[in-house]
């Protein structure tokens, strides 16, 4: 495998169940990302790690839960989700940030959730 | 505040017309500013980028002008082809502030290209 993967690749799920995201980058990277892309919405920012520190959380529901084991790993754990979090979910991995800047992101290719 | 607005799609276009997908954005300080793209079940991926005033970015073809006068970053390809269609997507690195280094994603394009 190279880049970032992610899996699954679709999930459905109804508002009781307990699920996780998976994210996995092969690029020697530090920093990883979770991005939630909603139909007619911008891209938003969920959550940063850098060097298995969570850096940001960008006032996402607890209902979402990110866990960052090693470099390489990102889960995304969820649970009494609603239907509007139906969307793609998206990770990315980058080289960490420094001096508070970002270098390039590169993103895997998303899950894409439904919930019922 | 940072953001980024570009022209609603979706766009459809015959082989071999020219493209401009329009992008602006507004920005406190002088940021970089990007195009990615994203194919059918893939991930985002960078297609060209500029960091300073007028900078073009260009990769595949495709050209964008980082014009600060006007803070726009529109996408231009002369010739485009079938395997262009995908979902387009400008944004913005701040480089300042609490949000230095964060991206600013516009809400996307959609290109189709009929052969």
């Known amino acids: 495998e190279t880049g970032v993967t992610q899996t699954p690749r679709h999930l459905v799920m109804g508002m009781t169940n307990k699920k996780s995201l998976k994210c996995e980058q092969h690029l020697g990277h530090n920093a990883m990302y979770w991005y939630k892309q909603s139909a007619k919405k911008p891209l938003e920012l969920m959550f940063v790690y850098n060097f298995k520190e969570q850096t940001e959380n960008n006032s996402v529901p607890s209902r979402f839960s990110p866990e960052c084991p090693n470099s390489s790993h990102l889960f995304l754990h969820l649970h009494t989700l609603q239907p509007e979090d139906s969307a793609l979910y998206l990770c990315a991995s980058s080289l960490p940030r420094q001096r508070g800047d970002y270098n390039e992101q590169f993103f895997g290719p998303g899950t894409r959730l439904t919930v019922l | 505040g940072n953001s980024v607005t570009q022209m609603e799609g979706p766009v459809t276009l015959s082989e071999e017309a020219f493209l401009t997908i329009n992008c602006t954005y507004t920005?406190?300080?002088?940021?970089?500013l990007f195009w990615y793209v994203q194919y059918p079940g893939e991930g985002l991926q960078l297609l060209l980028k500029?960091?300073?005033?007028?900078d073009k970015g260009s990769n595949k073809g495709f050209e964008a002008t980082y014009r600060k006068e006007t803070t726009s970053f529109h996408l231009e390809k002369g010739s485009v082809q079938v395997s262009d269609s995908a979902v387009y997507f400008c944004a913005l690195k701040a480089d300042r502030g609490s949000t230095l280094g964060r991206l600013y994603f516009g809400r996307g394009t959609q290109l189709t290209v009929w052969p």
């Open positions: 920005a406190t300080g002088y940021p970089s």
């Open positions: 500029a960091t300073k005033a007028d």
